[in-house]
Structures are given as C-alpha cells and as structure tokens.
Antibody
Framework: QVQLQESGPGPVKPSETLSLTCTVS????????WTWIRQPPGQGLEWIGY???????NYNPSLKSRVTISIDTSKHQFSLRLTSVTAADTAVYYC?????????????WGQGTLVTVSS | DVQMTQSPSSVSASVGDRVTITCRAS??????LAWYQQKPGKAPKILIY???NLQSGVPSRFSGSGSGTDFTLTISSLQPEDFATYYC?????????FGQGTKLQI
C-alpha cells in the first residue's frame, strides 16, 4: 500500500525559509512525478510544482522564484523549500503523486501538514 | 493560466437526491479534467480523471462528462458520506489549476 507522509519543523517566521519533507512508502520514488500542493485555511487548492527523479522540475510561475523541490532517492523522500515566506504562505501543505500521460491526475496524497507563518 | 470556475459554490441536497456540479475552463482543455472530493481535515481524494474515467474503488454513483470548456460531475443518488467539498482540476497545461470548490451540504 502506497503511503505519503509529510513532516516539517513547525511554525515559520516571516522572511525565513519553509522546509517540508514527504516520505514515500510502498512505491518507487524514481519513476513518478512528486508534487506539492497547498491550501490556505478555508480556501482552495494551489499546485506548487513537481520533481521527477532529479531529471526535471516544474514550478508554478507564481512561486517559481522562491520554490525548490528535490528528491532524495536514498531516503525515499522528496522535499519542498520555499524561501522568504510571508503570512500569505500559511496553508496546509500536501505532498502528492502526479500521474502524467493519458491518465493524468493526482492519485495519491499525504494527510497534509499545516504550516503557519507568524512572528 | 487556465481559470477553472465551478458552480454552484455551495448546494444543499438530501440523501437520495441527484446532484450535478459544473466546472468551466477559461480555455479549451480537451478532456484533461479531474474531480476530487475533500472532507473536512482530510486530503482531497481523486474521483474522476480524463473527464469521465472513474478512479478504481470509487462508487459508480459518481460520473463525469464534458470536453473542451464545460464539464459536469454527477452524483446519481446521494449517500451520507458524499457530503463534502468537490474540486475540479485541469491537467491540460501547467500550471495545473483547480476550481474554487463546491460545498455539498445536507
């Protein structure tokens, strides 16, 4: 059974860097597109970006200057790094698997982790 | 970016009702459209992809249709566990974008 689990250090102060990790179990991390999606409290979903086996990345232009998604195959993890955060970055952050090709969809999701940006 | 607009934003219904939710894309997206269900405090769950393909394990009372810019999600006979928020998502071009959600209430 494939499972995704987000983890992170907790609250972040404005202007600092948000770092989250997603641990993948039950699936190969080397042949899938791993993505981050966020949801501000009471609002809708925003796709942040994806990484594919250190071969390619693709980021939402609205966040591109501040975002890095990377994969650590040895730890079976992928990570999100978002710099210079503000209160607007407060959200539940989900890691998810993106299926590309003709059956494209986000088919597996982590449970989500709330990140609060506050001084 | 492709804008996804759902209607209605919220709908009230009863167990056994048939409910239809609409999603409109700001430009043609062929059938690159997925639907998700989200319950409070939980991650979204994929229901439909490719506009009309039912994800494995999803009850057959859920169905999707449409192509181009106009899409619908239909629940044929509402069950108590179906009361949730539903999101459409386009997969035609990056950045992938979601609709604002439709809250289905009792």
């Amino acid at each position: 059974q494939v499972q995704l689990q987000e983890s992170g250090p907790g609250p972040v102060k404005p202007s600092e860097t948000l770092s989250l990790t997603c641990t993948v179990s039950g699936a190969s991390i080397t042949n899938s597109y791993w993505t981050w999606i966020r949801q501000p409290p009471g609002q809708g979903l925003e796709w942040i970006g994806y990484a594919y086996y250190s071969v390619s990345t693709n980021y939402n232009p609205s966040l591109k200057s501040r975002v890095t998604i990377s994969i650590d195959t040895s730890k079976h993890q992928f990570s999100l790094r978002l710099t210079s955060v503000t209160a607007a970055d407060t959200a539940v952050y989900y890691c998810a698997r993106l299926i590309r090709g003709i059956e494209r969809r986000f088919d597996l999701w982590g449970q989500g982790t709330l990140v609060t940006v506050s001084s | 970016d492709v804008q996804m607009t759902q209607s209605p934003s919220s709908v009230s219904a009863s167990v056994g009702d048939r409910v239809t939710i609409t999603c409109r894309a700001s430009q043609g997206i062929s059938t690159w459209l997925a639907w998700y269900q989200q319950k409070p405090g939980k991650a979204p769950k994929i229901l439909i992809y490719g506009a009309s393909n039912l994800q494995s394990g999803v009850p057959s009372r859920f169905s999707g249709s449409g192509s181009g810019t106009d899409f619908t999600l239909t629940i044929s006979s509402l069950q108590p566990e179906d009361f949730a928020t539903y999101y459409c998502q386009q997969g035609n071009s990056f950045p992938y974008t979601f609709g604002q959600g439709t809250k289905l209430q009792i």
